[in-house]
């Protein structure tokens, strides 16, 4: 113990399982860590002596810490992490005496068989050699579970025939396009230092946490992650009673534990907060290089889902496991800087006169505009369709706020040409003599924005909160690439290149002012006003998907060599397929809950009131409300049941259908409203039967009894 009554030191745990530089520079060779961290900043790939000393020395380090095992650790389309274990075991020599091994050759490529996971296409059922490559840009770290230490290798994913078959690889490929095009616009202000230009994100993760014992009990909840029934509680989020209140010592101490685990693995824990709906609560990382960040929030995830389980608690990441109150995202914190530590999205104090920083922006708001609905789909998943366009978090069109100092330079420029101020921040009079004025920001902040400027980043919200933040942030750097390289084309011709960036600035910002909306996102207004100024919205994820295949996505993605075509295909393939996989397991879960668990109960609950009823009878007393309960108790069973058989058999229809994105629409149109008929009349009759009958934990105990 220490004073603080922790018997741990952050500062000492921190990384203590990762395999950091600071350990490679301790480790190896001066000349093998030299190489390493060249190709770290700068691509290219080890020798194979090289790789051979790091790969001992990982091991070695591994062993040290209890590792038995190494595994490739790769990000599937599935959007969560896959790994296969190896023993660092080898064959024993004549004496039967075994010496742990580990070679570059392991280290750097593994085999896996490609053929259970998602391709869309890509890769037959008999093709299926997959491989595995280490990315060397984000560390190895040791992950501890009930198998022992296993010695994780982020890598990428590809077939046989060299097609991406992850998240990674497209998100690698997205860096590198943007940091090449953003160099090119900088160079053109002067800057020849800068070698690279890095794409930082910050994710902050909500989620749910529930007791275990009771997440047991629904099968909605163990088999899709959300309550698919569910009255609601007499108390919701009305009060704002939750949030940035008070943490429960229960959840404090899950928190905390959290904590431990990710400091541990080098992931900047940081901010943790309740959040607006009850049992809902916040986790936001240091922002780091976007690959990074990725594999981190995966880790995240994953972290908070095996702590829950020591403290008796589930975590869910579901984007709305609670109808009625709010539902889970994930704010993707994005900018763009330089490696000598040059933020292209920093406004400075008079953004006005920054014209690099305008042109970033004006290239920003091109991107964004043109490319409104690939940015959309790169959010879209099952979960989060309940989530857009729901009257909360951001609705499913995109626009972006920049809030009243940007807004007032942009219209400087649309209407004069000129923008010779910029709004400052003023100070804030508390009125208490004791109090500090401070210095507002020049803005304020804008909750309702799918895609807000924050500072010095843009707060992209729209991703779902059990989603990889990988296609969010690939798609950003892509369009911001596209764009960047289309100015600097025009602008490296221009002879007058001041009068050129001005006009420039200028014309962009005239054609996709559209996009910059400060009002409120949630209201009605904003949906028609959209509609006028031409903005998509796009309220699913199957509708969502076309967007991968257009001419200007493909054009897009294969210019930067990002995605190739057939890889979009597979994708936009693979979405459907996961949608229609989602929505079935969801109608399935529900006519089993129905069936076994809820008209049951209805059914004892009426043979109850029949009892009560013929026994009130016998003695001749008054039994009109009892009569009257029954007969509403069995009218809304009678919807239910009819409500049943309807969703059994369209599932079974649309099961049929002979295109996945058949099925998928099918599902979307047909599946999910028959849901919803299944839904209303059990909520209702869960507001009728007796509490004490009803077969499974309700919203009351769900999300207060934590
Ligand atoms: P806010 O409260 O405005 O959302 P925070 O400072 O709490 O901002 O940051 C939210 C997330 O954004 C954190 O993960 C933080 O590290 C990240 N962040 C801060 N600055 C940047 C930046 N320049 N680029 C990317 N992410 C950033
Ligand atoms: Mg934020």
């Not at 929505?583 to 809950?593: F, H, V």
């Amino acid at each position: 113990m220490n004073e603080t009554g922790n018997n741990f030191n952050v500062e000492e745990i921190f990384g203590s399982k990762v395999f950091t530089i600071g350990k490679m520079k301790e480790r190896l060779p001066k000349t093998v860590y030299r190489e390493v961290v060249k190709v770290m900043g700068q691509g290219g790939s080890l020798s194979k002596t090289s790789a051979d000393v790091v790969a001992k020395a990982m091991k070695d380090w591994a062993i040290e810490n209890g590792a038995t095992h190494y595994t490739h650790w790769f990000q599937p389309l599935t959007g969560i992490t896959a790994e296969k274990q190896d023993a660092f075991v080898t064959h024993p020599d004549e004496e039967g005496k075994m010496l742990m091994d580990f070679s570059g050759k392991e280290l750097i490529k593994g085999e896996a068989d490609a053929s259970s996971f998602p391709s869309g296409g890509l890769r037959a059922t008999f093709e299926a050699r997959g491989y595995t490559v280490w990315d060397i840009t984000s560390p190895v770290f040791l992950k501890e579970g009930a198998t022992g230490v296993v010695l994780c290798i982020p890598t990428a994913f590809y077939s046989y025939t060299g097609e991406a078959l992850d998240k990674k690889t497209p998100l690698l490929r997205s860096m590198e396009a943007v940091s090449e095009q953003a160099l090119r616009i900088i160079r053109l202000f002067g800057n020849n230092t800068s070698k690279k230009v890095t794409a930082s994100v910050g994710p902050e993760q909500e989620y749910f946490i529930i007791d275990r014992e009771k997440y047991l009990k629904r099968k909605d909840l163990i088999f899709t992650g959300r309550t698919l029934f569910g009255a609601p509680a007499p108390k919701g989020q009305e009060l704002e009673d939750h949030y940035y209140g008070a943490i429960r010592e229960r959840i404090g101490a899950y928190m905390k534990d959290i904590n431990i685990e990710l400091w541990k693995l080098g992931v900047t824990a940081k901010t943790q907060h309740n959040e607006v709906a009850p049992a809902q609560h916040e986790l936001a990382p240091i922002y780091e290089t976007a690959n990074i960040a990725v594999d981190h929030n995966q880790l995240v995830m994953e972290t908070m889902k095996k702590v829950a389980g020591r403290h008796g608690l589930t975590c869910l990441l579901h984007e709305k496991p609670f109808a009625g109150v709010n539902g889970s995202g994930k704010h993707n914190n994005w900018s763009l800087s330089t490696d000598d530590g040059i933020n292209l999205l920093d406004p400075g104090v008079t953004p006005n006169d920054n014209i690099q920083f305008l042109l970033v922006l004006a290239c920003i708001l091109k991107a964004v505009d043109t490319h409104a609905d690939l940015l959309r789909q790169s959010a879209a998943d099952v979960g989060n369709d309940l989530r857009l366009g729901a009257d909360e978090a951001p609705p499913a069109i995109l626009s972006v706020f920049l809030g009243d100092q940007l807004d007032d330079v942009v219209a400087q420029l649309v209407e004069t040409g000129i923008a010779d101020h910029s709004i400052q921040g003023e100070k804030l009079v508390t009125g208490v003599s004791t109090l500090t004025d401070i210095q507002k920001d020049a803005t304020d902040r804008n909750r309702t924005s799918p895609f807000a400027f924050t500072g010095n980043k843009f707060e992209f919200r729209s991703v779902g909160s059990s989603d990889s933040i990988a296609s969010p942030n690939t798609t950003l750097n892509a369009i911001v690439a596209e764009s960047f390289c289309e100015a600097a084309d025009e602008l490296e011709k221009a002879d007058d290149f001041e009068q050129a960036v001005h006009d420039m600035i200028k014309k962009y910002l005239y054609e996709h002012r559209r996009i910059i909306f400060n009002g409120n996102g949630y209201s009605k207004e904003w949906v028609e006003e959209a509609a006028r100024r031409g903005l998509p919205n796009i309220p699913s994820m199957v509708e969502a998907a076309e967007a991968l295949t257009t001419e200007k996505s493909i054009r897009l993605f294969e210019k930067f060599g990002i995605y190739t075509k057939a890889e979009l295909v597979s994708r936009q393939e693979i979405t459907y397929e996961t949608y229609s996989k989602y929505i079935n397991i969801e109608a399935k879960t529900m006519i089993d809950m129905a069936s076994k668990q809820y008209i049951p109960a209805v059914i004892g609950f009426t043979k109850n009131l029949a009892d009560t009823i013929v026994a009130l009878n016998s003695i001749g007393a008054d039994c009109a409300v009892q009569k009257k309960l029954l007969s509403d108790v069995s009218g809304k069973l009678n919807e239910a049941t009819d409500a049943l058989n309807a969703l059994s058999e369209v599932v079974v229809r649309v099961e049929k259908l002979p295109t996945e994105k058949e099925k998928a629409f099918a599902f979307k149109d047909e599946v999910k409203p028959a849901m919803d008929s299944l839904r209303a009349p059990i909520d209702a009759l869960e507001m009728m039967v007796d509490e004490k009958l009803w077969p499974v934990p309700n919203y009351d105990e769900l999300i207060f009894e934590v």
